[in-house]
């Protein structure tokens, strides 16, 4: 990524560290980036957003850091993007906490010759003044000499896109950022926590949160651009802005070209690792339709029919009106097989779309099982089966990798977990021994559900759960050892034929008729008395998807089809 970091000479440290901070460490993916397939304008390196054309700053100079508060209470620090293409001016400092390291980006801009002609209406405006909304100077706690956080005053018609820091209680020069006109900004909200000295719910004190566009989704143009916000010591938020993408001509022109997509499936195809005592494995659709899973008609479930090898004869478009649904065979043997999958068989498949203004790219890759085992669940010292409860027909699960359309870098990775999930920074990743920057990615035992990190994690609270074990096995799924099946990319047009089974908008499995009253107490003889009560009100409160009560819609019905993943 070609990072710097360079201290400013006006921060005078006072505080003396007796261990390197993770933010001292400059994070670089483990191998360099391909050279990407020729396109218009995906990873060029900078992006027209309607008349303004920006670039991702990725090296720094920082200004200002605390070494208190914040996640793991080791502080965050402050910078500005440093240096800055010739013309391109700075936008708003950028922040994070210091206990990960060195890795993000903040957007620079300069307007484009044909677009900034009027000049009583400029696209870029200076700021014509700074308000003061916080400083350090009577923080009693361990920071580089005192920092102070300024809000820009933009004119009338242009919004301010980011806060100035500085190490000096002198008003910046107004020359050191620019606001941008109205109608090229979008409205923001308070992303992730960076920092604050006390917690990041702590109302009355001064926080300071990542940024990210109000409006996220395929259709929707907001630009994050990779400043920070803060909450004041009343608890009201400053006032910025996002960018917005007003290329009204094709603003997908920064998105990849079909070659493009299948280089950047190649260089980060995520490895899927199972737990060792996993029975539920993956297959690819194919394998599930002609091994025979079953499509039922409401009305006239006694005579279900035999499913195409591509879904084909699948009924297509409508809603989830529960008038069909797929089920496993019905010998019992055949059952049992295709309960287990096929590991070899198993083909993942790729939706791509456009995110936060067409700046990034997301990649959802999409794994199927045929079935989802029992829940396991934790009870205090207690482990215990559920029995039938979380048991389900079908189960997609997926993992969105979201990709700079400024460079073809790889950013985060989202890990969907039952019926939520997890953005995960690229810089807190395991990648693949041997495998360049291909992610490592864990699923649950029984249950699917997708962790950056091998171990136990409990869904619940007060010692209560459902336990969610991941672990390194044998049984790993390399998504990219056939090339991922592409299933769809909207902005690709007729380029990419969508499979029958994509539009099939029923449920990919029955609603399950079991009582859960019944099994409740199954498990409750297995608890202590105390236990009991306690166990049944946290299993009433899972919702269905958890409990297994019916099977799961396919991708496409899915909210994040359209939408972020959360």
Same mark, same amino acid.
């Given at each position: ?7 400013? *000479?006006?921060?005078?440290? #006072? ?30 390196? =900078? ?104 809000? *820009? ?50 109302? +009355?004190?001064? &926080? ?12 929707? =143009? ?92 699948? *009924? ?13 065979? #019905? ?23 456009? =995110? ?26 207690? &482990? ?52 360049? +920057? ?29 336990? +969610? ?74 919702? &269905? ?11 496409? =019905?899915? +909210? ?7």
């Amino acid at each position: 990524m070609g990072n710097c970091l360079s201290l400013s *000479p006006s921060a005078t440290s #006072v505080f003396k560290k007796t261990k390197a901070l993770p933010i001292e460490t400059t994070f670089k993916l483990p191998s360099p980036l391909p050279s990407w397939p020729p396109g218009d304008g995906f990873a060029s390196g =900078m992006i027209d957003l309607g008349g303004l054309l920006v670039c991702q700053i990725s090296s720094f100079n920082k200004v200002w850091a605390t070494h208190e508060g914040g996640p793991g209470n080791l502080g965050a620090s402050f910078f500005e993007p440093s240096p800055l293409p010739h013309g391109f001016y700075m936008l708003g400092c950028y922040s994070q906490p210091n206990n990960i390291p060195l890795y993000g980006w903040a957007l620079a801009a300069k307007p484009t010759k044909d677009n900034d002609d009027d000049p009583s209406s400029p696209l870029l405006r200076q700021p014509v003044d700074f308000t003061l909304i916080w400083s350090s100077e009577f923080l009693n706690i361990k920071k580089d000499g005192n920092g102070y956080v300024w809000l *820009p005053t933009a004119s009338d018609g242009y919004k301010a896109i980011g806060l100035v820091v500085t190490s000096s209680p002198e008003k910046p020069s107004l020359d050191k950022i620019r606001c941008v006109r109205s109608s090229l900004t979008d409205e923001c909200e308070a992303d992730s926590w960076i920092w604050g000295p006390g917690t990041a719910s702590d109302a +009355n004190g001064f &926080n300071v949160f990542s940024v990210r566009p109000s409006n996220r989704g395929t259709q929707a =143009m907001g630009v994050s651009a990779g400043t920070f916000i803060a909450a004041q010591q009343n608890g009201g938020l400053s006032t910025v802005a996002c960018l917005k993408n007003a290329a009204i001509s094709n603003p997908q022109v920064s998105m990849p070209n079909l070659t493009q997509i299948e280089a950047l499936l190649e260089a980060y195809s995520p490895f899927i690792y199972f737990h060792p005592d996993e029975v539920y494995l993956p297959s690819s659709v194919g394998w599930f339709f002609t091994n025979g899973a079953l499509l039922y008609k409401k009305d006239n479930d006694l005579k279900p029919i035999a499913i195409e090898a591509t879904g084909s004869n699948l *009924p297509q478009g409508g809603s989830n009106d529960g008038s069909y649904w797929l089920d496993l065979p #019905v010998d019992k043997s055949a059952n049992e097989r295709v309960k287990k999958g096929d590991l070899p068989s198993s083909q993942v498949y790729a939706h791509i779309k456009p =995110m936060l203004g067409s700046t990034f790219t997301d990649i959802a890759i999409w794994v199927f099982y045929p079935f989802n085992g029992p829940a396991r669940a934790k009870v205090e010292f207690l &482990n215990i089966s559920l029995g039938k409860i979380g048991e389900h027909v079908g189960d997609w699960e997926h993992v969105t990798l979201r990709v700079s359309n400024f460079t073809g870098e790889l950013w985060k990775v989202y890990f969907s977990q039952h019926s939520g999930g997890i953005w995960v920074d690229a810089s807190e990743l395991e990648f693949q021994n041997g495998g360049g +920057n291909k992610a490592v990615t864990y699923a649950s035992l029984h249950g699917h559900a997708f962790y950056a990190k091998p171990g136990l994690v409990l869904q619940g609270t007060g010692g209560i759960g459902i336990r +969610n074990d991941a672990a390194k096995s044998k049984m790993v799924l390399d998504t990219g050892r056939s090339q991922p099946i592409i299933i769809a990319a909207d902005y690709l047009g007729s380029a990419i034929s969508e499979p029958p089974w994509l539009n099939y908008c029923r449920e990919w499995g029955p609603k399950l008729s079991y009582d859960i009253t019944d099994e409740l107490k199954k498990v409750e003889k297995l608890l202590p008395g105390k236990l009991k009560s306690a166990f049944e009100k946290f299993v009433k409160s899972l919702p &269905n998807e958890v409990l297994g009560e019916e099977g799961p819609t396919g991708p496409k =019905m899915k +909210n994040n089809w359209t939408g972020d993943e959360k």
